[in-house]
């Protein structure tokens, strides 16, 4: 159990167009969901964390109406690029929150969207 | 803010040998979790183990055990008999402890494990 899927896994757009990326959990409610921005070689980097119904709380440097989130239900959220330019290109990963009994919450991966933008 | 440093960027062993991964945090808080994820080429993170910060007791699980060390805020991380399965990035992370479900995972920048044949 526990699945977290990413939709697409590679996107390729041009310049100025906008994409979205969705993050489903497939057998179990998400709590809360979080947005990680990860460049080659580099470790991730918490974009945003998104609860069910509720605003999307953006990391200090992340624009949020560049990279907006929507939490829709338990079970999907998304992140559209807005107006995509090439420096956005980089790997995007969602997780989903579910509550873990004595670790009180615990976070399971999606596999990650390459998002180029030409 | 809570900072977590892993100081080896690359690490390399022996097939069927141990291998220990150093990680190191800092915080100020005394309810929190700590964590080993392993990225293989595929990019899937995949948790490896995790320790509560008030168990004493060192986490283990098959081949992978920790070193908790909380006084020195050290959490490190013991492959043994390495396999070629085990060549990923490595990331350590620490996570504050909360009753709301939200909080978020702090990433170390992770080190490089190479398994030689």
């Known amino acids: 159990g526990a699945v977290v899927s990413q939709h697409p896994s590679r996107v390729i757009c041009k310049s100025g167009t906008s994409v979205k990326i969705e993050c489903r959990s497939l057998?179990?409610?998400?709590?809360?969901m979080f947005w990680y921005r990860q460049f080659p070689k580099k470790s991730l980097m918490l974009m945003a964390t998104s609860n069910e119904g509720s605003k999307a709380t953006y990391e200090q440097g992340v624009e949020k109406d560049k990279f907006l989130i929507n939490h829709a239900s338990l079970t999907l959220s998304t992140l559209t690029v807005t107006s995509a330019h090439p420096e956005d290109s980089s790997f995007y990963i969602c997780?989903?929150?579910?509550?873990?009994?004595?670790?009180?919450?615990?976070?399971?991966f999606g596999p990650g969207t390459r998002l180029t933008v030409l | 803010a809570q900072t977590v440093t892993q100081s080896q960027p690359e690490m390399s062993v022996q097939e069927a040998e141990t291998v220990t991964l150093s990680c190191t945090y800092d915080?100020?808080?005394?309810?929190?979790?700590l964590f080993w994820y392993k990225q293989p080429p595929s990019r899937q993170m995949i948790l490896v183990i995790r320790?509560?910060?008030?168990?004493?007791q060192n986490a283990t699980e098959n081949r992978f055990s920790v070193n908790f060390q909380k006084a020195a805020k050290s959490f490190s991380l013991k492959i043994s008999d390495s396999q070629l399965g085990d060549a990923a990035m490595y990331f350590c992370?620490?996570?504050?402890?909360?009753?709301?479900?939200?909080?978020?995972?702090?990433f170390g920048t992770g080190t490089r494990l190479t398994i030689i044949p």
């Open positions: 057998d179990f409610q998400a709590t809360t």
């Open positions: 915080t100020s808080e005394s309810d929190y979790y």
């Open positions: 992370a620490y996570r504050r402890g909360s009753n709301f479900g939200n909080e978020k995972l702090t």
């Open positions: 997780s989903a929150g579910r509550l873990a009994g004595v670790f009180g919450h615990e976070q399971f």
């Open positions: 320790q509560e910060a008030y168990k004493q």
